[in-house]
């Protein structure tokens, strides 16, 4: 928010605006994908870790129901009315708008230098040593150690190897994971360490087990 604020005005119509789009606009019958009660619980009570908290960010933020379980937990008071006192009504603002953005705005960078994605879906398939040289590089944060690789369309599930080697083939890491095909979405998630990795290009390399290596280009920011 900037430093003056917002008028009632605006402050009404955002209300307005999120309390229609959050608890109407994305009906999910059938609960597709929820998490579990205890799952809001800690997030409305802030006593889940950020990183795992992140998983659900989408979810809370594109489900009605699960939306509205979410704020009536503690943490997020009651719908106020306009009859309400301005502070009643700016307290509830505030919490709909962290919700809304992230649950804990302060802490979204925390969130992003924490987990990073990269997306190989509509990347071609390079087999060998070397990346495809007409695609730009990925981007990762050195800080993000928990990496959600969306591998390309038709990867199969089960095992896969992953590892960082610099454009010389120096290895910078490696680790291993299983993926899990979810909403047409192969997905593989690791568990890597580059913090102490220099800045720079290197090159991504992701195979079954004992496989070829498909490489991309990787910028370490």
Known sequence: MNGKGYSERDEKRI??????G???EFPNPE?????GSDVLKRIAA??????????WLDHLTSCSPCYSDFSHY???????????SPRSRREHFDCRLSCRLGI??????????????????NRSIPRGTEP?????????NR???????????????????????????????????????????TTLRVTVSLSSARAGRCILQVRKPDSTWSSYALLLL
């Open 31 to 35: 609960r597709t994908g929820c998490p």
């Open 132 to 140: 495809n040289p007409a695609e730009p590089p990925l981007e990762v």
């Open 22 to 24: 959050l608890l109407k």
């Open 74 to 84: 503690p943490g997020c008071p009651p719908a106020p009315t306009y009859a309400d």
């Open 15 to 20: 209300l307005d605006v999120l309390g229609r």
């Open 143 to 185: 800080a993000a150690t928990s990496w959600n690789i969306y591998l390309p369309l038709g990867s199969s599930e089960g095992p896969y190897e992953v590892r960082v080697v610099t454009t010389s083939g120096e290895s910078l890491a490696g680790t291993t994971g299983t993926a899990n095909l979810k909403d047409h979405i």
């Open 46 to 55: 802030h006593e889940m870790p950020l990183a795992e908290a992140g998983n």
């Open 104 to 121: 804990i705005l302060k802490q979204k960078e925390s969130i992003v230098a924490q987990i990073a994605v990269l997306d190989l879906r």
